[in-house]
Structure formats: structure tokens, C-alpha cells
């Protein structure tokens, strides 16, 4: 049986896949890079309860269908923010009911670290209802956008991968989930923006 070598850190998540299809133990190196990052996205979608089962459902589901992972990706973090995505989506009306819920208490219920807490509660308490609110009121493909952008960290291209859409796509209805939440937010246009209106 083979035994996992300490180097695995220096292994594309693709070669991880790879080893993972002779021996399954591989994959709990996929497991350990990633697993906090998607974590954090899916409790910034549904609050952290909803989060730890979106992490196990998002692997389970990564495990059964690593040998269809195309291993000519050398990073699977678009494909885990795909399944993750697709899972929160199962989960829309929990998100929806968690984005009136944080609308009107005003309370955000993931910790962050104490320093940080400090400094931005102080000046984001009273615009986290509004920006409640306007993610509440996006359509799903633009929050779905926005957030991967904003909570997952991906590029154009690994959102684009990762909900399997055109790039151009993923460009246009950021711009929109933006503008849209700008507006929402009270917040001045670009002016690139305005001359869109």
C-alpha cells in the first residue's frame, strides 16, 4: 500500500487527484489545503452550521468524482468553489432567510479574529443591514459572482471554471452584483458606471 510522503506540500492539487485514485488516503491532503477556504465562503453564504455540512457534502462529492477531475487543472480550488457553490445554492432559501435575518438584527454571526473585530465593527455595524439587503436582493448567478470574487478570493477565470460559465459572463453580472450593491450602499458610481446608466 502506498504511503503518503511528507512532501505532498510541494504536489500540484492535480497530482494529488491523481494519487488519490490508486490510494484514497491522498486525498486528505486535498482535503487539508482547501478545506478551511471553503469553510469560510460557505459560512460567509449560510452562517457557519450550514458551513460545516457545505464542507463535508462539498468533499464527499469531490471525493466520488475525482476521476473525472481534469487533471490538465494543476489548482482544484475552482472545482471545490464549484461544488461549494452548487451545494449553496441547494441551501438558497436558508441563505436568503440568514441575509433578512443579518438585515435585521444587524448581527453577524461568524467570528473573526478579536483585532480585527474591533476595527471593523466600529465602522461596518451600521452598513451591514444595507449590505444585507442588497446581497438578499441579487439574483443568484450575480451574488454567486460576487462572492466567490470577494469571499473565495478567485480570479475571473476560476469563478468562471468554477460555475461553468464565459469569463465575459462572470465580468458582466460582477459589474452589475457591484454597481447594484454600490447603489444599495449609498456609495458614489464610478464613472464607469455612470455612463452605464
Known amino acids: 500500500m502506498p504511503v503518503k510522503p511528507p512532501a505532498a506540500s510541494g504536489l500540484a492539487d492535480a497530482d494529488v487527484i491523481r494519487l488519490s485514485l490508486d490510494d484514497p488516503e491522498w486525498f486528505a491532503e ?3 489545503r482547501h478545506h478551511r477556504r471553503i469553510h469560510h465562503y460557505a ?15 462539498t468533499f464527499l462529492a469531490a471525493f466520488r468524482r475525482r476521476a473525472a477531475y481534469d487533471l490538465a487543472q ?6 471545490l468553489y464549484g461544488i ?14 440568514y441575509y433578512r435575518a443579518l438585515r435585521r438584527t444587524g448581527a453577524d454571526p461568524l467570528p473573526e479574529p478579536l ?3 474591533v476595527a471593523t465593527r466600529v465602522v461596518a455595524e451600521s452598513r ?38 464565459p469569463v465575459g459572463t462572470v465580468r458582466s453580472r460582477l459589474h452589475r452584483a457591484r454597481r447594484k450593491v454600490r447603489r444599495a450602499l449609498g ?5 464607469e458606471e455612470a455612463t452605464d446608466e
Open 30 to 32: 486535498l482535503f487539508d
Open 43 to 57: 459560512a460567509r453564504r449560510l452562517g457557519v452550521q450550514a458551513a460545516d455540512d457545505i464542507v463535508a457534502e
Open 74 to 79: 494543476p489548482l482544484a480550488r475552482p472545482w
Open 84 to 97: 461549494a457553490t452548487t451545494l449553496v445554492a441547494r441551501h438558497r432559501r436558508a441563505e436568503e432567510r
Open 115 to 117: 483585532a480585527d473585530a
Open 128 to 165: 451591514q443591514r444595507q449590505l444585507a439587503d442588497a446581497l438578499a436582493g441579487l439574483s443568484r448567478g450575480d451574488r454567486d459572482v460576487l462572492l466567490l470574487v470577494a469571499w473565495g478570493d478567485l480570479t475571473y477565470e476560476e469563478v468562471a471554471q468554477a460555475l461553468e460559465v
Open 187 to 191: 456609495d458614489p458610481m464610478t464613472a
